[in-house]
Each structure stands twice: as C-alpha cells, then as structure tokens.
C-alpha cells in the first residue's frame, strides 16, 4: 500500500511545510487548499490518511468530516487544530477522527502519528476485503440454504428449523450441507462467524420467513 496521505489546509505555507516534511520522509502527498477540493478529488480506491485542518473558509473540518462518513469513506483522519479549535477537535475524536494534532506541528509526533494512523488503515483495508469476501459468499446462497444459515444464526437444532420453515428434517440436512460448501466452510461455528461478518440477520429477527426456493 502507498503511504499516500491527503492533505487539507487553506495556509499554503502550513500546507507546503507539512507536505515537504512528509516527502521527505517518503510519504506520496496530494494537497488541497479547501474542503470542496478535497471532497472533488479524494479517490476512494486509493487508500491513505487525511489530514484535514478544522478551520478552513467554505466547509470546515467537522462538516467535511461529516461527507465523508455519509460517503463511507473510512480512512483514518487526523484532525489539524489551530489555537482555540481544541474543542472542535474533541467532537471531531467523537465523529470518528483517528487523532488530532495541534499547529505548529511537533515533527516526531505527527510521523509517529502518522505510522499509528497507517497501521490502523492496513486494518481497516484488511476487514473491508473480509467484509465483501463474507457479502459475496453469503449472497451465493439460495433462499432456502439462506433461512436455514439463519436459522443456525439462532442457534436452532435442525428440527426446529424445519418446523419454523415448513420443511422437513432431511431436506434441512441437504440444505445445511449444500450451504456449508457454497461458503467453502467445514464447520457450523465457521458458518455463523462469516453469516456475521455479512450482516446476515438471524431467523428470530426477520419474522415470518418468506416463502422462498427450494
């Protein structure tokens, strides 16, 4: 992954400083003077940090805090504070944001921040790929293996899952072994751990079960 960091800050000799620093220290830097810009020009598929000034003109730092959690954009943010924007800090640590730092900027800390900030982003990029890996192998399911995993969500014995669907006890057996196989998994435990992962919801949750394929 490119240790690519986004920068937002209407000083352009606060901005130029800070991305100087960075370079040199082997971070790619992309700069932008304002909020619209930056919400403009951040490409989602390329992965970095944000460090977003909370005083801007236009958008400040909470508001485009704010677009980019509407836009589920979830790349770790650190907020820049200027004298007396601590609070605005605070609520932006409350919204989401990773850390904030205060200007003018300590050297160490923000490169140490930023190493903070890159390790929880490899997380962060890491659960997405098993979030849509969970999405893709659950969504691969029938209606019916589908009820029946949601079932095992519920923590049900096959009999019960039959009687709650309207089935019988074998044709359960044939759907549960069908369903582990799609979701290339040997064990239910496996099963439920990466119905979870995607949200699926338990059978007692979504009500009467629809009537769905065999």
Same mark, same amino acid.
């Given at each position: 992954?490119?240790?690519?960091?986004?920068?937002?800050?209407?000083?352009?000799?606060?901005?130029?400083?800070? =991305?100087? $620093? &960075?370079?040199?220290?082997?971070?790619?830097? *992309?700069?932008?003077?304002?909020?619209? @810009?930056?919400? +403009?020009?951040?490409?989602?598929?390329?992965?970095?940090?944000?460090?977003?000034?909370?005083?801007?003109?236009?958008?400040?730092?909470?508001?485009?805090?704010?677009?980019?959690?509407?836009?589920?954009?979830?790349?770790?943010?650190?907020?820049?504070?200027?004298?007396?924007?601590?609070?605005?800090?605070?609520?932006?640590?409350?919204?989401?944001?990773?850390?904030?730092?205060?200007?003018?900027?300590?050297? =160490?800390? $923000? &490169?140490?921040?930023?190493?903070?900030?890159? *390790?929880?982003?490899?997380?962060?990029? @890491?659960?997405? +790929?098993?979030?849509?890996?969970?999405?893709?192998?659950?969504?691969?399911?029938?209606?019916?293996?589908?009820?029946?995993?949601?079932?095992?969500?519920?923590?049900?014995?096959?009999?019960?899952?039959?009687?709650?669907?309207?089935?019988?006890?074998?044709?359960?057996?044939?759907?549960?072994?069908?369903?582990?196989?799609?979701?290339?998994?040997?064990?239910?435990?496996?099963?439920?751990?990466l119905a979870l992962l995607a949200g699926l919801p338990a059978l007692s949750e979504v009500g009467d079960p629809p009537v769905g394929e065999e």
């Amino acid at each position: 992954m490119d240790r690519l960091v986004y920068l937002v800050d209407d000083d352009d000799s606060v901005r130029d400083s800070a =991305a100087f $620093l &960075l370079k040199a220290h082997g971070y790619k830097v *992309e700069q932008f003077g304002n909020a619209e @810009a930056f919400l +403009g020009g951040i490409d989602v598929q390329a992965p970095g940090c944000i460090m977003l000034d909370v005083q801007m003109p236009g958008m400040n730092g909470l508001e485009t805090q704010e677009v980019l959690n509407a836009r589920a954009i979830n790349f770790p943010v650190l907020i820049l504070t200027g004298e007396g924007d601590i609070e605005r800090a605070v609520r932006a640590m409350k919204n989401g944001a990773f850390e904030f730092l205060e200007k003018p900027y300590d050297e =160490a800390n $923000l &490169l140490a921040t930023l190493d903070n900030a890159f *390790e929880e982003l490899a997380r962060r990029v @890491a659960d997405s +790929g098993k979030f849509d890996d969970a999405k893709y192998r659950i969504a691969r399911l029938s209606n019916r293996e589908r009820q029946v995993m949601q079932g095992l969500l519920d923590g049900l014995p096959n009999k019960l899952i039959a009687f709650q669907l309207g089935l019988s006890i074998r044709t359960v057996e044939s759907f549960r072994a069908t369903l582990m196989e799609k979701l290339g998994v040997r064990t239910v435990s496996a099963a439920v751990r990466l119905a979870l992962l995607a949200g699926l919801p338990a059978l007692s949750e979504v009500g009467d079960p629809p009537v769905g394929e065999e």
